[in-house]
């Protein structure tokens, strides 16, 4: 068995194992414990008792992060030439319709997030073996698909992230960076937590929140009480 470097034996003396640590606890540790020279993610796994294969039980929704994704997020819009000037001005990174289904049709996906109109979704269509396993495919659950264009790409640009479980049960996104304070963190992952707990199916039996971790990108997880973040 290898030696634990000197970083990864820091790390195992500040996170106890076995141990659930309040979100509050978590937040603070999340970022002790990040030794990566870059500004990693802050990430939130939670699994839920449910059933995902069954549609009453799927757990999917969006959240606004009070304090941002700590990231910049790369939106294009299509849209209407009516509405180009109005998404621009909420701030919008790429603007357009025809231009830019060419150039998707052509493998361009170089965008995190993708919001058009209804009148649009006609044109997208085709281009759902392009962004769907991506996860770029606007979907009107997700507020990606609206008639106000200028709201949600400004909503996107503050924050606004969406998730949903996956077939093992677990829901997994990113809520920040490390080079947020704890209390961002803590501020963004309760409000995360707080969703998904609003979000419980009726259908579902049981423990409905199993666990809950924090981790950073390369980090060990540090597991939270999940009481505490109700």
Known sequence: MSKLTKNQKSVAEKVEAGKAYTLAEAAKLVKEITTTKFDASVDVDVRLGVDPRKANQMVRGVVSLPNGTGKVTRVLCLCTPDQEAAAKEAGADYVGLDEYVEKIKGGWTDVDVIITMPSCMGKLGPLGRVLGPRGLMPNPKSGTVTMDVAKAVKEVKQGKIDFKV????????????????????????????????????????GTYIKSIFISSTMSKGVKIDPKSAE
């Open 166 to 205: 996956d077939k093992a049960g677990i829901i997994h996104t990113s809520i920040g960076k490390v080079s947020m304070t704890a209390e961002q963190i803590y501020g963004n992952a309760k409000e995360f937590i707080s969703t998904v707990i609003k979000l419980k199916p009726a259908a579902a039996k």
